[in-house]
């Protein structure tokens, strides 16, 4: 089979992050390069020059394309002929990075793939994505757990009225690996996430709650209508929550309720989303993410796996699918997935052809300015005793 036709080739990633120790950077290089679409051709792995050069020969990026800051990297990259300049540039870098790497990108021509949050704040946000607009570059925000395929399965059941109209989203996002620990302790803990000035203005709601707000999103299509938040910091010190609840009324009727702690002991990534209908209700969980449990009224209880094949999976799951059933798929896959649906996108622009910008497979800049708005109404919300705060995008920024 062609690889990435009409262009024939693989296509080449420019990374940003991924340093030693860092988390999230070599998950973006593996998860790029899983269905050999791609090869991670250049980077900036670290802040300071000498780490990213030490990063280099680890991702196989040649000294010639490891350079010493985003700037050097994306003027270095323009001026190369078209045959070996990067198609795309990730960003695996703390937050406070984010707009100031992926604005040049972008007005630099590259395509950019960012993790989340997309900014430190709404006001940036909303300026990347004028700069996008104005632009014709492919941009992906690696909210990764919509790549799931069982998640995948739960979007198109509902798309399909399966479950009815949804009357209620549950989602838990619960992490225990900041407590019992302070800022002061280093270890594990990854100062920045604590820091106003480089997370934002939310912590552990900035940092898990997004994806959590953006899965239900994602999952029902649902949109938001106002949020009542209460953040709270258990551990002394802290300048950030590290645990909160929020409750969410949606434009349709349906209410939503999104705990998200990373606080409680012994829980390790156990991300959650539950959706109630008139027919039929279905959960599912990040730490089993190959089953999606529905139950419909009337009925046993019926457990779906992920199983290609059998004619029991949706379209989308089922084409973000690789292993046979029974064969463990994870996170890798699930950002793999990501991955492969901009990458179709890449290759069409790359090609002259149009590509959908709005109604994308993969989160996209107007999920990141839905995101940023979350987070500043949530802590906007929890400083006024859980006012209520519009989360309807057009009434909040009138
Ligand atoms: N999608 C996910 O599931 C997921 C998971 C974890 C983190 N994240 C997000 O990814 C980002 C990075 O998180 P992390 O956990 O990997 O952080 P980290 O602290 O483990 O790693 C950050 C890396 O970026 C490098 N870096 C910092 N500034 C840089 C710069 N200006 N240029 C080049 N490199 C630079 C650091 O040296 C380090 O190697 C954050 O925005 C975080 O919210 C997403």
Known sequence: MALNPPLNRKLRMGLVGGGPGSFIGPVHGIAA????????????????????????????????????????????????????????????????????????????????????????????????????????????????????????????MIQAGELGKINAIRCQYIQ?????????????????????????????????????????RYVTGELPESVSCHLKTFVPGRRLDDYGTAVIRYQDGAIGVLTASQVTHGRENDLELEVDGTLASLKWRQESPNELVVRRAGQPHQIYTRSPGTGTMTPLAEASSRLPAGHPEGFYDAFANLYNAVFDDITLRASGAAFERRDTVYPNVYDGVEGMLFIQQCVASSEQDAAWMPLNYAEARQ
């Open 176 to 216: 225990g690996w900041l407590a019992g620990t302070s800022e002061d302790d280093g270890g594990q803990l990854s100062a920045w996430r604590t820091d106003p000035a480089k997370s934002g203005a939310a912590g552990t709601f900035g940092d898990i709650a997004t994806h959590a707000f953006q899965l239900g």
């Open 33 to 156: 390069e899983f269905d050999h679409r791609c090869t991670l051709t250049a980077g900036v792995f670290s802040s300071d020059p000498e780490r990213s050069k030490k990063a280099a020969p680890s991702y196989g990026v040649d000294e010639s394309r490891t350079y010493g800051n985003y700037e050097a990297m994306l003027d270095a990259e323009a001026r190369l002929p078209d045959d070996e300049r990067v198609d795309f540039i990730s960003i695996a870098t703390p937050n406070h990075t984010h707009y100031e790497i992926a604005k040049a990108a972008v007005e630099a021509g590259f395509n950019v793939v960012c993790d989340k949050p997309i900014t430190l704040d709404l006001a940036q946000a909303e300026s990347l994505l004028k700069t996008i607009e104005n632009s014709d570059v492919v941009f992906a925000l690696t909210h990764n757990y919509t790549g799931y395929p069982m998640i995948r399965q739960a979007r198109e």
